[in-house]
Nanobody, 123 residues
Framework: QVQLVESGGGLVQAGDSLRVSCAVF????????ISWFRQAPGKEREFVAG???????GYADSVKGRFLISRNPFKNTVDLQMNSLQPEDTAVYYC?????????????????WGQGTQVTVSS
């Protein structure tokens, strides 16, 4: 079982940066893949970034070069650094987890979800 606690969302202006954090409470964090998804009003939930325990990371094309995902095994957290934010990045951001798997990138790969945190980017 995995519990996910998110923090760091908020309201920013276009061009600003935010860091959201996912605290992971799991029996084995070292073998848990963590991903970030987002969902805007009227849109489907979409993959943003993922980091598995095999050292692999991946990003959606829309955030490559702007967002960075990192794992901190000493604090059992996964951070998403979001730079050069734009209004189209406005969404509820969700932390997601899958145990004993290196897979990420699809809602179908998710076993556990966080509660979501609102990120709003004004123009």
């Amino acid at each position: 079982q995995v519990q996910l606690v998110e923090s760091g969302g908020g309201l920013v202006q276009a061009g600003d940066s935010l860091r959201v954090s996912c605290a992971v409470f799991a029996n084995t964090f070292s073998r848990t893949t963590i991903s970030w998804f987002r969902q805007a009003p009227g849109k489907e939930r979409e993959f943003v970034a993922g980091a598995n325990w095999g050292g692999g990371t991946g990003y959606a094309d829309s955030v490559k070069g702007r967002f960075l995902i990192s794992r901190n095994p000493f604090k059992n957290t996964v951070d998403l650094q979001m730079n050069s934010l734009q209004p189209e990045d406005t969404a509820v951001y969700y932390c997601a987890a899958r145990q004993a798997s290196l897979l990420y990138g699809s809602v179908d790969d998710v076993e556990f979800w966080g509660q979501g945190t609102q990120v709003t980017v004004s123009s």
